[in-house]
């Protein structure tokens, strides 16, 4: 497995602008800092009820207030920027990560480098292997949340289509579970949910992000979807080796 980019944070964002789509959520919110500390200048999008939760930012970014799927929003929030940085997240039933990530991709500059977060389930060839339990719980959940009109999982496999088919420089990072906690380092990573490096199904939340902020330098993500899981993790000390 490979690390996206240098092992040290530098300041490679210098003189660079990058947006942070869903910037107020708390994969969001580390997205901005670590795009901070490389140097970027941030314009971060989120719910006009959520802008408080940037306060601690101070003057260090552009807010722009709106749902991610607002084409407006969207569009003023991009423009020049060189980088974009979208949380895909399927609420309610009204394609919401759907609309986000078309948003994105109809108004992000020609050449900008656009990364998207969904979750293991999303596949791009086909060729992931997904084990029983894991299979059963993505069903479950998925019905009862969508009859529940609370996410549609569908939504995030549809948004992650319409990216993969795209003539973009994208990459759709697809996270294993989540956890807080202090960093561990940068995630490894496998082109396929299956491999023995993902087995321990668990990343930290704050280096997840980073690896979302590292992928905007890493020529080797583009167009890739790599599955992480966290670099301290056992399943990645006994397997971590070259992407699978």
Same mark, same amino acid.
């Given at each position: 497995?490979?690390? &996206?980019?240098?092992? &040290?944070?530098?300041?490679?964002? #210098?003189?660079?602008?990058?947006?942070?789509? *869903?910037?107020? $959520?708390? /994969? *969001?919110?580390?997205?901005?800092?670590?795009?901070?500390?490389?140097? @970027?200048?941030?314009?971060?999008?989120?719910? =006009?009820?959520?802008?408080?939760? !940037?306060?601690? +930012?101070?003057?260090? %970014?552009?807010? %722009?207030? *709106?749902?991610?799927?607002?084409?407006?929003? %969207?569009?003023?929030?991009?423009?020049?920027?060189?980088?974009?940085?979208?949380? /895909?997240?399927?609420? *309610?039933?009204?394609?919401?990560?759907?609309?986000?990530?078309?948003?994105? !991709?109809?108004?992000?500059?020609? $050449?900008?480098?656009?990364? +998207?977060?969904?979750?293991?389930?999303?596949?791009?060839?086909?060729?992931?292997? @997904?084990?029983?339990?894991?299979?059963?719980? &993505?069903?479950? +959940?998925?019905?009862?949340?969508?009859?529940?009109?609370?996410?549609?999982?569908?939504?995030?496999? =549809? #948004?992650?289509?319409?990216?993969?088919?795209?003539?973009?420089?994208?990459?759709?990072?697809?996270?294993?579970? !989540?956890?807080?906690?202090?960093?561990?380092?940068?995630?490894?990573?496998?082109?396929?949910?299956?491999?023995?490096? /993902?087995?321990?199904? /668990?990343?930290?939340?704050?280096? @997840? &992000?980073?690896?979302?902020? =590292?992928?905007?330098?890493?020529?080797?993500?583009?167009? =890739? #979807?790599?599955? %992480?899981?966290?670099?301290?993790?056992?399943?990645?000390?006994?397997?971590?080796?070259?992407?699978?």
């Amino acid at each position: 497995m490979e690390p &996206a980019g240098a092992d &040290a944070v530098g300041k490679s964002g #210098a003189g660079r602008r990058v947006c942070v789509v *869903g910037a107020s $959520g708390k /994969l *969001g919110r580390h997205m901005v800092r670590h795009a901070l500390d490389r140097g @970027y200048e941030v314009v971060g999008v989120c719910r =006009e009820r959520s802008v408080d939760k !940037l306060a601690g +930012f101070g003057g260090r %970014i552009t807010v %722009i207030p *709106g749902m991610t799927d607002d084409r407006e929003a %969207i569009a003023r929030a991009v423009d020049g920027c060189d980088a974009v940085l979208t949380v /895909l997240v399927p609420w *309610g039933v009204n394609h919401y990560a759907t609309g986000t990530a078309q948003a994105v !991709l109809d108004h992000a500059r020609p $050449g900008a480098r656009l990364v +998207f977060s969904c979750g293991w389930h999303i596949t791009r060839d086909g060729k992931d292997v @997904y084990s029983r339990r894991f299979r059963l719980y &993505a069903a479950v +959940f998925g019905r009862l949340a969508k009859l529940a009109r609370v996410v549609d999982v569908d939504d995030q496999v =549809e #948004a992650c289509r319409r990216i993969f088919a795209s003539d973009t420089s994208w990459t759709v990072v697809r996270g294993s579970d !989540l956890e807080e906690g202090e960093s561990q380092g940068l995630p490894v990573w496998s082109r396929h949910v299956g491999d023995p490096v /993902l087995a321990s199904n /668990l990343t930290r939340r704050v280096d @997840y &992000a980073r690896f979302m902020v =590292e992928a905007v330098d890493d020529d080797a993500l583009v167009r =890739e #979807a790599p599955a %992480i899981v966290g670099r301290l993790t056992p399943s990645a000390l006994a397997h971590a080796g070259g992407p699978a």
